[in-house]
C-alpha cells in the first residue's frame, strides 16, 4: 500500500482565517514532506520532516507552520496567507530522507481570497 | 545551483507510437531518478525509479540512465490517449532535496 491522504482536499479561506492541512501515512515511512505547486509548474519543497523532527525549511515565510505530531501525521497551519499562496499544497512521505522514493498524496486545492 | 532541465512540450505523438522524454541534470553527484507522471488538477504519480546506468523496463514503460551525459529518458511504448499528462522528471543529488523539472507535456492523439 503506497497511499498517503490528505485533507481537506479543497480550501477556501480568507486572509485573516487559520486553518490547517492534515497529511497521513501508514507506510511506516519515517520522512514526510511539504510541497507547494502553482499552475503548469514542478511542486516546490517547502519543509521535510525526518524521524519527526524538522530537517528542512526552505525559507518559507512564518505564515506556514508545519508540525509533525507523530511519524504518521503531517499538519500544515495556515495564519494570515497571501492570494499568491493559493496552490495546490502535496504532501509527501519516503521510507527514509536519502535518496528515496517519494509517494505523494492527492494534495489540497487551496484558494486565498 | 543543482538544476533538472526538461523540454516543456507538447510532445505530440499518435496512438501506438513510442513517446521520448528527455532529461538532463546538473549534479554530477546524483544518485536517484525518477519519473513522475501528473495529470491535469491531480497530484504526481511514481511511474519509474532508476538508479544505475542503463535502461530499466516496466511494462510500456523503460527509464534509461546515462550518468557520464547526466541525462535520463523515459520511453513509453504503444503510447494511448490515457497517457496524455505531463511528465516530470526529478533527481535526488543525496539528502533530504529532490530536485523536479519544469515537466513535459505529452499529448498522445487517438
Known amino acids: 500500500d503506497t497511499e498517503v491522504t490528505q485533507t481537506p482536499k479543497h480550501l477556501v479561506m480568507g486572509m485573516t482565517n487559520k486553518k490547517s492541512l492534515k497529511c497521513e501515512q501508514h507506510?511506516?515511512?519515517?520522512?514526510m514532506y511539504w510541497y507547494k505547486q502553482k499552475a503548469k509548474k514542478p511542486p516546490e519543497l517547502m519543509f521535510v520532516y525526518s524521524y519527526e523532527k524538522l530537517s528542512i525549511n526552505e525559507s518559507v515565510p512564518s505564515r506556514f507552520s508545519p508540525e509533525c505530531p507523530n511519524s504518521s501525521l503531517l499538519n500544515l497551519h495556515l495564519h494570515a496567507l497571501q492570494p499568491e499562496d493559493s496552490a495546490l499544497y502535496l504532501c509527501?512521505?519516503?521510507?527514509?530522507?536519502?535518496?528515496?522514493?517519494?509517494?505523494f498524496g492527492p494534495g489540497t486545492r487551496l484558494l486565498v481570497l | 545551483q543543482k538544476e533538472v532541465e526538461q523540454n516543456s512540450g507538447p510532445l505530440s505523438v499518435p496512438e501506438g507510437a513510442i513517446a521520448s522524454l528527455n532529461c538532463t541534470y546538473s549534479d554530477r553527484g546524483s544518485q536517484s531518478f525518477f519519473w513522475y507522471r501528473q495529470y491535469s488538477g491531480k497530484s504526481p504519480e511514481l511511474i519509474m525509479f532508476?538508479?544505475?546506468?542503463g535502461d530499466k523496463e516496466d511494462g510500456r514503460f523503460t527509464a534509461q540512465l546515462n550518468k557520464a551525459s547526466q541525462y535520463v529518458s523515459l520511453l513509453i511504448r504503444d503510447s494511448q490517449p490515457s497517457d496524455s499528462a505531463t511528465y516530470l522528471c526529478?533527481?535526488?543529488?543525496?539528502?533530504?532535496?529532490?530536485?523536479f523539472g519544469a515537466g513535459t507535456r505529452l499529448f498522445v492523439k487517438a
Open positions: 526529478a533527481v535526488n543529488a543525496g539528502g533530504f532535496k529532490t530536485i
Open positions: 509527501a512521505s519516503s521510507q527514509e530522507s536519502n535518496q528515496e522514493t517519494q509517494y
Open positions: 532508476i538508479y544505475s546506468n
Open positions: 507506510m511506516g515511512h519515517r520522512a
